[in-house]
């Protein structure tokens, strides 16, 4: 099954914090070099944020980095939005 998904899908999760507006998405995907870890931050109702492109040796990798985010998120009390590929 993760063959299947490794093939033809990205893995995208996005998070929300009600209290201060703020945003975390994480996604991976293939890029010209292989399998990439996409981080973008920021607060809602501004052009501010980040983003930051991390390499990863797989797709497992990438979606062990995003299982260690979601701790992560959950510690500051962010809300999961779960998102799926539609392409």
């Known amino acids: 099954r993760m063959n299947s998904i490794e093939n033809n899908h990205f893995c995208r ?3 929300e ?3 201060n ?3 975390y998405e994480a996604h991976v ?3 010209l070099f292989g399998w990439c ?3 973008i931050w920021g607060r809602k109702g501004t052009e501010l944020g980040q983003i ?3 390499p990863c040796l797989s797709f497992e990798d990438g ?3 995003i299982m ?3 701790k992560q998120r959950k510690r500051k009390k962010y809300l999961l939005k779960v998102e799926e590929n539609r392409g």
Do not use: V
């Open 21 to 23: 507006l703020r945003y």
């Open 52 to 54: 930051k492109h991390c």
């Open 17 to 19: 914090n009600p209290e």
């Open 63 to 65: 979606h062990f980095k």
């Open 13 to 15: 999760f996005r998070w």
């Open 29 to 31: 995907g293939r890029d």
């Open 68 to 70: 260690n985010i979601m």
């Open 37 to 39: 870890l996409t981080l």
